[in-house]
């Protein structure tokens, strides 16, 4: 894809009233952080609050929040990065004319993400969560007249709709073991969860959703074309919100399904799996937007391998480097639309001589492209030399997941000069001339966030007992102690983090010779994603396409023939899967009238099927309904009776009013009805047949009947327990009912109205 600007195809003007709207939108983020900064000592000393009201009582959901050291931490990630975020998109998206759509999408996503990090009901996390999944939508929408912007957004709509179905089953399982949505008892239960049959299910669904909100192989082709949306969203998408939402719930999550070889076995080859491709595709960019969302990728994956370790070790490198990422990843990509708004382009093979004028610009891609290399005294080197104590801490593999390590932190040294080094400091091309420094709104957000970089990494105890110790405890659940520091000695993980320079700087330099070597061209690959994700929607289309051609051709014979023969099946299966054949039912002795009554039931039905002219099939069927209302009448159901004679007298009013515009019956046919559709009607009604005599020799045990019963005077003051049931306690349900008939009717007499108008002229 070509580097171009985020505002291509959109209308600017700069008299659009919004001004007050930007000067405001860093404000309600910055009261949260401040409120979260207040409780930080509480946190730190290991205190957890839960607050909340009742929601759904009789299903005991609660909307429930939970504050412990993890979702404190990402809450504040969350808040923190949302003030320079919406202080960036003040100064980047000014003059957009849809300006007030942008900020109601913007935070619309962030309370999605706090209500989701924050919330202590498994409901209430699953709500917060599809929240995210339309706010995102939304956002990477947002330029809705290119249709890149379109697709993407569908694309990641769909997927992460996908998983988050899949999360919804799994959380329902998991309350039915912990026989609570409350998330503390939840958490509590791990040991149960475990033992059960219903964990790796449970596992499995859980982890969909989360690899598919996280972007982990083979859900993370979206997340690389998630970039159409406008340079804010994906510096807030990619650092701190929407892909961290994954990992949040997988380090929620591990109390109760941690600590089995299925949990370490598939997110520690997920994520380096993961990794190791965002990689190899990383060094293959030039567009310097997409380069940072494949390290995105590369992120997140090491994130889920080290997640998937029990080791304190590997699960403190991931809290670490979930904080640095959060801090270089979020100022690279303002950097970014910093070189995209003043040079016109981000394509890196078009960039050059950017740094003899940009000279903050500069300094804030310098240092967040350092953190994000992992040089000292950055906290970037800080959580790499954790990242290789957690490698050599895991237990499965630790070989593998330090080699994979190194490899992508290497990679990222490589996109950290492609970044940093090459728009700035490489021969400027002749067409870019008159490039000046952006306005102070937009870079004093990423030299901001590059300056936490550093003086984190110099002070690393601002971040280490405060908020990776509180989190770290609250993943382990038990408390744990970790010592942040800039220097550990001399030992392997310095070793490999020398190794690591090594390799990223020779990438670097021989990178146009790399790019030729992965020349093979992953867009256009039988096995990418991408196409593969495309090739899905052509077949799922070709697929409703045909279903539509063979059921639904507008033929009502048709349609009436699938219904039986579906319902047949239906019935078929569950008398043979229970085995309870009504063969030894005492068949009642039936009076005269009862007899009549069948006779007149039977008859009609038979008269309908064969009859060739209209009017002898209509009264047939006149005849029918009144067998059955006799039936209903007999056997002590007199309001059912009456609805059906009413039902079957405006039947023959709407019919007579049309007669003599029906078709007549084929005068040549031999025979008298159609045996196909004769045996169909015949089986359907031995099997409804069966199964009601199989119903009736099963012990019926139903609490609702006694509740019925107890509550239709004291609460519905009326004793006909029949009608109380249908206008008081399923009142919502027969207003429904009474507006389909109503609408029915309406409809009818329209259509009637209009053949009678047309018969006059």
Request: with cysteine; proline share 4%; glycine share 8%.
């Amino acid at each position: 894809m070509g580097a171009v600007g985020d505002t291509e195809g959109r209308k600017i003007d700069q008299a659009t009233p919004g001004r007050w709207i930007s000067l405001l939108s860093p404000v309600l983020p910055t009261i949260f952080t401040m409120i979260l900064m207040v409780h930080m000592p509480d946190i730190s000393a290991g205190k957890e609050f839960s607050f909340g009201v009742t929601w759904v009582e009789a299903l005991g959901i609660d909307l429930r929040f939970y504050v412990d050291g993890l979702s404190f931490l990402f809450a504040l990630l969350i808040s923190g990065i949302g003030i320079f975020v919406t202080i960036y998109a003040a100064a980047y998206m000014r003059g957009d004319i849809d300006l007030r759509r942008f900020y109601f999408y913007l935070y619309l996503f962030m309370v999605g993400m706090l209500g989701l990090v924050l919330a202590g009901d498994l409901i209430t996390l699953f709500v917060f969560w599809e929240i995210t999944t339309i706010s995102s939508y939304l956002l990477i929408s947002y330029n809705n007249t290119s249709a890149i912007a379109r697709r993407s957004a569908l694309q990641a709509l769909l997927v992460t709709t996908l998983g988050g179905l899949c999360l919804l089953v799994g959380l329902l399982l998991l309350a039915s073991l912990a026989e609570s949505f409350d998330l503390v008892q939840v958490l509590a239960t791990g040991e149960t969860v475990r033992a059960s049959p219903l964990y790796l299910p449970i596992l499995i669904l859980i982890l969909i959703g989360a690899f598919c909100k996280s972007a982990q192989l083979p859900f993370h082709f979206w997340l690389p074309n998630a970039m159409a949306a406008p340079t804010p969203v994906s510096a807030y998408l990619h650092s701190a919100t929407m892909v961290k939402a994954g990992i949040y719930l997988l380090a929620r999550m591990h109390p109760v399904l941690a600590h089995t070889e299925y949990w370490e076995w598939i997110l520690t080859c997920t994520g380096a799996a993961t990794a190791a491709v965002a990689a190899l595709a990383a060094l293959r960019q030039t567009d310097l937007k997409l380069a940072l969302a494949y390290t995105t990728l590369i992120a997140l994956g090491t994130l889920t391998m080290f997640l998937g370790s029990d080791a304190s070790a590997a699960v403190a490198a991931a809290i670490t480097f979930l904080i640095v990422h959060s801090f270089y990843k979020a100022a690279l990509f303002m950097v970014v639309g910093i070189i995209d708004k003043q040079a016109g382009t981000r394509n890196l093979n078009k960039l050059g001589g950017l740094g003899h004028s940009m000279h903050i610009t500069v300094i804030a891609a310098s240092a967040a492209a350092l953190s994000m290399a992992g040089f000292p005294p950055f906290l970037g080197f800080i959580g790499k030399e954790l990242k290789y104590e957690g490698a050599l801490a895991v237990a499965s593999e630790p070989a593998l997941v330090a080699t994979v390590a190194v490899f992508v932190n290497a990679v990222t040294v490589t996109v950290a000069g492609m970044v940093a080094i090459k728009p700035f400091w490489k021969k400027k091309p002749q067409h870019i001339s008159n490039v000046q420094e952006a306005p102070l709104g937009m870079w004093i957000s990423p030299l901001i966030l590059s300056g936490l970089g550093l003086t984190f990494g110099m002070a690393p105890d601002l971040v280490g007992g405060g908020l990776v110790e509180p989190a770290l405890s609250a993943i382990l659940g038990i408390p744990e102690t970790i010592k942040l520091k800039l220097w550990h000695g001399i030992n392997i993980p310095l070793l490999m983090s020398i190794l690591t320079f090594v390799l990223g700087v020779t990438m670097y330099l021989g990178l146009r010779r790399m790019r030729a070597w992965l020349a093979w061209d992953f867009k256009h690959a039988p096995t990418n994603a991408d196409q593969l994700w495309d090739k899905s929607l052509d077949l799922l289309k070709a697929f409703a396409a045909l279903q539509t051609r063979i059921l639904q051709n507008g033929i009502m014979r048709r349609y009436l023939t699938v219904i039986f023969v579906t319902v047949s099946l239906a019935l078929a299966y569950a008398l043979i899967r229970s085995g309870q054949f009504p063969m030894e039912y005492a068949w009642p002795r039936l009076n005269l009238k009862e007899w009549a009554a069948l006779l007149l039931t039977v008859g009609g039905a038979y008269m309908a099927g064969s009859a060739r002219k209209p009017l002898i099939a209509i009264c047939a069927l006149g005849a029918l309904g009144v067998g059955i209302a006799l039936i209903y009448l007999f056997l002590g159901a007199p309001d059912v009776a009456i609805t059906q004679l009413l039902v079957e007298t405006l039947y023959l009013v709407l019919v007579a009013a049309i007669l003599p515009r029906l078709p007549v019956f084929n005068p040549g046919r031999k025979v008298l009805f159609r045996p196909r559709d004769a045996t169909l009607g015949a089986v359907l009604g031995l099997l409804v047949t069966f199964s009601l005599l199989a119903v009736l020799q099963t012990p019926l045990e139903s609490p609702t009947t006694e509740f019925f019963e107890k509550a239709s005077v004291p609460e519905a003051h009326g004793r006909n327990i029949v009608n109380v049931i249908l206008v008081d306690f399923r009142a919502l349900d027969t207003f429904g009912e009474i507006i389909v008939v109503f609408t029915a009717a309406v409809a009818a007499v329209t259509l009637l109205g209009h053949q009678l108008r047309r018969g006059k002229q």
